[in-house]
T-cell receptor, first 113, second 114 residues
Framework: GNSVTQMEGPVTLSEEAFLTINCTYTATGYPSLFWYVQYPGEGLQLLLKATKADDKGSNKGFEATYRKETTSFHLEKGSVQVSDSAVYFCALSSAGGGNKLTFGTGTQLKVEL | SAVISQKPSRDICQRGTSLTIQCQVDSQVTMMFWYRQQPGQSLTLIATANQGSEATYESGFVIDKFPISRPNLTFSTLTVSNMSPEDSSIYLC???????????FGSGTQLSVL
């Protein structure tokens, strides 16, 4: 079946530091890959997505590249801000799975001044 | 996009009682799902709400415990039956249109069972 593995948190960074949150997946077929973010006290919202190999999703300075050869979709940002503090979830969906999302365990990011 | 209204936003319930959570969408959607997010954990899919027919449950979830209705393309309910403290969790409604397209999430219902 499908599964997503994320690096464990919490990840604590200073403002303007470089961020990487690792995500690898196991899936049948060709899944779509997503990063969702959950800010404190808010619901889940889509951050970015990629639907095929070598696609790069980007939004709000965050990027992730769909690497089929390494089955990875690592999230990166060149310079984090305090306002980026949130929980980040990697997820996948596959056509064979009826568009159901399989989530990773989430990684909490704390950005300090 | 979709605006999802989920009610109640939170509740505190007694053991053995049931709670029904409502999910209302401002437009017709193809797919509706119910997820659970237990404290400190990721999201787990409970079931797919099918319009006009019985929901499709994931492994570990059964209709007697989590009955779901979806009478039309904009509305669904999830009932948590005969609650125990282990049911304390955030329950999330999510909606979407196409396969491999993004899902939109409601703000969730935080349930505490005493």
């Amino acid at each position: 079946g499908n599964s997503v593995t994320q690096m464990e948190g919490p990840v604590t960074l200073s403002e303007e530091a470089f961020l990487t949150i690792n995500c690898t997946y196991t899936a049948t077929g060709y899944p779509s890959l997503f990063w969702y973010v959950q800010y404190p006290g808010e619901g889940l919202q889509l951050l970015l997505k990629a639907t095929k190999a070598d696609d790069k999703g980007s939004n709000k300075g965050f990027e992730a590249t769909y690497r089929k050869e390494t089955t990875s979709f690592h999230l990166e940002k060149g310079s984090v801000q305090v306002s980026d503090s949130a929980v980040y979830f990697c997820a996948l969906s596959s056509a064979g799975g009826g568009n159901k999302l399989t989530f990773g365990t989430g990684t909490q990011l704390k950005v300090e001044l | 996009s979709a605006v999802i209204s989920q009610k109640p936003s939170r509740d505190i319930c007694q053991r053995g009682t049931s709670l029904t959570i409502q999910c209302q969408v401002d437009s017709q959607v193809t797919m509706m799902f119910w997820y659970r997010q237990q404290p400190g954990q990721s999201l787990t899919l409970i079931a797919t709400a099918n319009q006009g027919s019985e929901a499709t449950y994931e492994s570990g979830f059964v209709i007697d415990k989590f009955p779901i209705s979806r009478p039309n393309l904009t509305f669904s309910t999830l009932t948590v039956s005969n609650m125990s403290p282990e049911d304390s969790s955030i329950y999330l409604c999510s909606v979407g249109w196409g396969v491999n397209e993004k899902l939109f999430f409601g703000s969730g219902t935080q349930l505490s069972v005493l």
